[in-house]
């Protein structure tokens, strides 16, 4: 039921931020993209498509679905933009070196943060909330959500480059329980890695559909952004 409501309320934040949201993100990257031809409109954009299931996901027919790209087909049908969709096989880490390095252009999913501020332009508005969720295996008992003495020194799987990681230090020192992590490239190997047993819990986002997995707790609610790197505006 959880899944099923939480894809419930994402295809209504999409109905209903869309068109309030668009202008403002259109506005900003219209201005990204001018003086490229054709009326300072781009036509072919490379766009980050990691593979994050619930946000950006490809089936066995080639079809892709998910959160951030019905977002941007709907800011497709107001910009006339085309997208190249780069990187199914990468990973968040690698999304950010490839805005960096210009094998994409933008990529959907960014919290803003410090250290990206100065390295990267963002939308004006948000596309969305999110919230970090620490999850542990279904059927683990070890583990009473809410009672953080018996987090106490869980080793917890993290994605690397994740701006949640700093916030589950505080969310930890807060609640008064220690942990380890596991670093990960990618999502479906930190599933797997809690689903054998190599780590007792994940840190992910909000966005990720869950399956075998109970979750303990959820923080720090963030909105994100559609993100390009900086020297793109003085293209």
């Known amino acids: 039921m959880r899944d099923i409501y939480d894809h419930i309320k994402k295809s209504l934040l999409i109905l209903i931020t869309v068109f309030t949201l668009f202008i403002s993100v259109f506005t900003g990257f219209f201005s990204v993209y001018a003086e490229n031809g054709n009326h300072g409109k781009k036509e072919v954009v490379n766009v980050g498509f ?24 709907k800011l497709g049908t107001y910009t006339g933009w085309t997208y190249n969709y780069v990187g199914y096989e990468k990973s968040w880490s690698d999304m950010q070196e490839m805005l960096l390095d210009g094998t994409i ?52 799987g993290i994605l690397n480059n994740s701006s949640r990681n700093a916030k589950l230090a505080e969310f930890a020192q807060q609640k008064g329980f220690t942990y380890t992590t596991v670093s990960y490239d990618d999502t479906t190997i930190m599933e797997l890695a809690l689903q054998n047993g190599s780590v007792d819990a994940l840190l992910t986002s909000s966005l990720r559909v869950i399956s075998n997995e109970w979750i303990m707790d959820e923080f720090d609610s963030a909105d994100f952004y559609v993100m390009v790197r900086k020297t793109i505006l003085n293209c």
């Open 50 to 73: 990691f593979a994050f299931d619930g946000y950006h996901m490809i089936d066995e027919n080639g079809t892709r679905s998910g959160y951030g790209y019905d977002f941007l087909q």
């Open 105 to 156: 252009d933008m990529v959907t999913s960014a919290q803003k943060t410090e250290d990206r501020l100065q390295k990267f332009a963002f939308s004006n508005e948000s596309i969305g909330t999110n919230y970090a969720v620490l999850t542990v295996k279904s059927g683990n008992t070890k583990y009473v959500a809410g009672d953080y003495a018996t987090y106490d020194g869980m080793k917890i």
